[in-house]
T-cell receptor
Framework: DQQVKQNSPSLSVQEGRISILNCDYT??????FLWYKKYPAEGPTFLIS?????DKNEDGRFTVFLNKSAKHLSLHIVPSQPGDSAVYFC???????????????FGKGTKLSVIP | NAGVMQNPRHLVRRRGQEARLRCSPM?????VYWYRQLPEEGLKFMVY????????ESGMPKERFSAEFPKEGPSILRIQQVVRGDSAAYFC???????????????FGPGTRLTVL
């Protein structure tokens, strides 16, 4: 039972264009969402997060949008750079649900390739 | 400020042997989490520990797996009598608190890649 789904295993984007990575979730208790970036042979690196009380959070080239009614979030990278090529994981947590609030539930990841 | 350290980075074991994976959290972090990533899968939560205490081991397999975080030294994930299905990347993360805040997220180590022959 996959509670966090990233339905696109891979995505190719031209340098300078926008990359949009999508994530869907099923657990309505999730109230905090994170995006991690992972290079081969390294651990995930935190990118950006969003609380369920917001619908948008921006940090430089990275913006995360949350649509609670659709249980959908997306990560926008503008402009995309070759160094952004990595696997991006969406993760979620039920931060205010009490027990297990620290547990991150991850999607399977989307491999982004930014073509120079 | 050194990040989360894990060793070894690669570990090869034969079926039936024991595997010991070590994790040193970031300085100032007293909360440690272990996750496992099977091939082509996302990371899955295994266990959450604070110093000398296991807080939540709901993601740990019932047998052969154990974890500790002693008062001194690194956190250890121990897998006894390894089987081929244990082959995976094991990631440790740490945080300064046990809840997720916008500034207190979990920071991950580079992982230990366990291969069981």
């Amino acid at each position: 039972d996959q509670q966090v789904k990233q339905n696109s295993p891979s995505l190719s984007v031209q340098e300078g264009r926008i990359s949009i990575l999508n994530c869907d979730y099923t657990n309505s208790m999730f109230d905090y969402f994170l995006w991690y970036k992972k290079y081969p042979a390294e651990g995930p690196t935190f990118l950006i997060s969003i609380s369920s009380i917001k619908d948008k959070n921006e940090d430089g080239r990275f913006t995360v949008f949350l649509n609670k009614s659709a249980k959908h979030l997306s990560l926008h990278i503008v402009p995309s750079q070759p160094g952004d090529s990595a696997v991006y994981f969406c993760a979620a947590s039920a931060r205010y649900s009490g027990a297990g609030s620290y547990q991150l539930t991850f999607g399977k990841g989307t491999k982004l390739s930014v073509i120079p | 400020n050194a990040g989360v350290m894990q060793n070894p980075r690669h570990l090869v074991r034969r079926r039936g042997q024991e595997a010991r994976l070590r994790c040193s959290p970031m300085k100032g972090h007293s909360h440690v989490y272990w996750y496992r990533q099977l091939p082509e899968e996302g990371l899955k939560f295994m266990v959450y520990l604070q110093k000398e205490n296991i807080i939540d081991e709901s993601g740990m397999p019932k047998e052969r797996f154990s974890a500790e975080f002693p008062k001194e030294g690194p956190s250890i994930l121990r897998i006894q009598q390894v089987v081929r299905g244990d082959s995976a990347a094991y990631f440790c993360a740490s945080s300064p608190t046990g809840t997720l805040q916008s500034t207190d997220t979990q920071y991950f180590g580079p992982g230990t890649r366990l291969t069981v022959l």
